[in-house]
Nanobody, 125 residues
Framework: VQLQASGGGLVEAGGSLRLSCAAS????????VAWFRQAPGQERMFVAA????????EYADSVTGRFTISRDNAETTVSLQMNSLKPEDTAIYYC???????????????????WGPGTQVTVSS
């Protein structure tokens, strides 16, 4: 199984980007999926998560109201719609998958078993 994050890029402050996370060879339908981000010299930080089986979503306070996490209709990908971007949103964004079948999506790095290689998001001021 390979996990791939895409959709990053360079955008001006106030702009939008949409990130996508897909797993080759496996649907993400039955698993909790989260987005984290890591800025240079900083720890990987929680951004948003969506729980399996119609479970809820969680957001970091810093992105609430600006970012939206969702699954596509076929539940093969998980997207992160990012609006009103700020320079402080600049980071490498990673999607993580929890293969444990837990019904609660974790906000911690340790709650996810598998990570994709990340996609760079740069927001200019």
């Amino acid at each position: 199984v390979q996990l791939q994050a895409s959709g990053g890029g360079l955008v001006e402050a106030g702009g939008s980007l949409r990130l996508s996370c897909a797993a080759s060879g496996r649907t993400l339908k039955n698993y909790n999926v989260a987005w984290f981000r890591q800025a240079p010299g900083q720890e990987r930080m929680f951004v948003a998560a969506v729980a399996r089986a119609g479970g809820g979503v969680e957001y970091a306070d810093s992105v609430t109201g600006r970012f939206t996490i969702s699954r596509d209709n076929a539940e093969t990908t998980v997207s992160l719609q990012m609006n009103s971007l700020k320079p402080e949103d600049t980071a490498i964004y990673y999607c993580g998958v929890d293969w444990s079948l837990s019904h609660t999506a974790s906000v911690f790095v340790s709650g996810y078993d598998y990570w994709g290689p990340g996609t760079q998001v740069t927001v200019s001021s």
